[in-house]
């Protein structure tokens, strides 16, 4: 599985856009970027993944840069709901997902 | 509610003494993995099942074992407990449709064992 890298942390104003990067740039082609966050004590819950398109659903859009070595999830209007820790994962479908250290976003009022 | 139930949702066990913790997998889904997370660390793999046999194992040692029953519910058994093992264990389902898998696994809550 390719390695990821997300920055440890970032704050977000309440009612604002999140954007969350990560580098990706050992992905091979059969390799899926999913992101997944985990509120304090809970189980890992699915946001979104892509491919080589970028993708939107109702919690969030994943934009993947053309050569699909990097990547920003985008929470459109950040909640204080939203805070949690956030991985991106790359990996081909079926396979284990291998969590990095994540980056830790705090939604502020 | 992802529809993956674990249980128990606590536990407290003794070093040196074995546990089983049970996952029933969201319905229709054929394929049950298990993670461990330290405190402080993101989950790591420990095994996947698909059709009650295992097809992918993480850097774990054969004291952690599973077992998948043909309504595709699981369990995690661990033996001879050490103070490290303790940790949250997560349990994740997903569907393999014969060519493909979906791509997204479904968590549940997790069971928090703690070894004293």
């Known amino acids: 599985d390719a390695k990821t890298t997300q920055p440890p942390s970032m704050d977000c104003a309440e009612g604002r856009a999140a954007n969350l990067p990560c580098n990706h740039s050992t992905i091979s082609g059969n390799e899926y970027v999913y992101w997944y966050r985990q509120i304090h004590s809970q189980g890992p819950q699915y946001i979104i993944h892509g491919l080589k398109n970028n993708e939107t659903n109702e919690m969030a859009s994943l934009i993947i840069t053309e050569d699909r070595k990097s990547s920003t999830l985008i929470l459109p209007h950040a909640t204080l709901r939203d805070t949690a820790v956030y991985y991106c994962i790359v990996t081909a479908a079926g396979n284990k997902l291998t969590f990095g250290g994540g980056t830790r976003v705090l939604v502020k009022p | 509610e992802t529809g993956v139930t674990q249980s128990p949702t606590h536990l407290i066990k003794t070093r040196g003494q074995q546990v089983t913790l049970r996952c029933s997998s969201q319905?229709?889904?054929?394929?049950v993995s298990w993670y461990q997370q330290a405190l402080g660390q993101g989950p790591q793999f420990i095994f996947q099942?698909?059709?009650?046999?295992?097809?992918g194992r993480g850097n774990f040692p054969p004291r952690f074992s599973g077992l998948q029953f043909p309504n595709y519910s699981s369990e995690l058994n661990v033996n001879a407990l050490e103070l490290d093992d303790s940790a949250l264990y997560l349990c994740?389902?997903?569907?393999?449709?014969?060519?493909?898998?979906?791509?997204?696994?479904?968590f549940g809550q997790g069971t928090r064992l703690t070894v004293v």
């Open positions: 099942y698909y059709r009650e046999e295992e097809n």
């Open positions: 319905s229709g889904h054929n394929t």
């Open positions: 994740a389902s997903r569907q393999y449709r014969g060519r493909e898998w979906d791509t997204e696994a479904f």
